[in-house]
């Protein structure tokens, strides 16, 4: 679990701090689709988190196969190849906020982004571990989880 944590990690790091290699004609299509494929990440860790989180909050009854194949899938998400969604300019400043949220701290000099992905990554498979073994296993690795996003959003997502 530790090397598929540090992959993501590292492939983290190096999108972030990479530049585009892409050529200018097909640079803003590239630019576009990568923003889209990060924020439909984004969407389904949060349709499977509102899940988890309502099953923690007692909003939903606990379905230990449910939470298991929602925590399954946050932790498969974090293990994806994320490379190529992180291109130089496809930030805030550059795009505007309404095309994305994503800061342009997150490729500054001294990032601590790949470091908060491999964090989530890590919670995330420990949540896969504990999901179905019963509510209060559920609840207690959600609080990693949710320190995780929050961690990143807090620094490398514009309000």
Known sequence: MKIEVMGFGGVLVA???????IGDGHADKAIEA???ARQSQ????????????AMAKGEVDYDATA???A??????LSRMDQSRLWPQGS????????????APAIWAAGSTVGEKGMA???????????AGGGLDALRGAMGDVGKSCGGCHESYRLK
């Open 15 to 21: 999108a972030v701090m990479a530049t585009s290699a």
């Open 34 to 36: 990568a923003v889209k």
């Open 42 to 53: 984004m969407t389904l860790y949060a349709f499977n988190m509102g899940l988890l989180g």
């Open 67 to 69: 939470a298991s194949a």
């Open 71 to 76: 925590a399954g899938n946050l932790a498969a």
């Open 91 to 102: 930030d805030s400043e550059a795009l505007g906020l309404d095309t994305t949220k994503a």
């Open 120 to 130: 989530f990554g890590a919670a995330a498979m420990a949540l896969e571990a504990a």
